[in-house]
């Protein structure tokens, strides 16, 4: 573990918190999430991830109820659409 998300993880409070996989997508988020919001599918971040959609889809869900991200859901004609994730400020 690099000391800069060592660092990242510790100035949430969330290091010894987060389990493998949530420590996965935080960190592939936070990386894309820079200049705003990131658009991509769970099919496509399970993939890069090397982990499985269901895996993936219980992480975002604990990442956005522990307040450390936030999911903009879309649809178009009635369809889902690929969710856009921001990754937010955390207050102390």
């Known amino acids: 573990l690099g000391l800069m998300r060592f660092l990242r993880y510790e100035r949430l409070g ?3 918190k987060l389990t493998k996989t949530e420590r996965k997508v935080y960190d592939l988020l936070a990386v894309h999430c820079r200049t705003g919001g990131y658009q991509i599918s769970l099919i496509m971040l399970a993939d890069r ?3 499985s959609r269901q895996s993936v889809k219980l992480a975002i869900r604990s990442l956005e109820q522990a307040g450390v991200i936030a999911i ?6 009635g369809r889902q659409q690929a969710n856009v994730y921001v990754i937010l400020k955390i207050k102390k």
């Not at 903009?72 to 004609?77: D, P, T």
């Open 14 to 16: 969330l290091f010894t």
């Open 49 to 51: 991830l090397g982990v």
């Open 72 to 77: 903009c859901r879309s649809k178009l004609h």
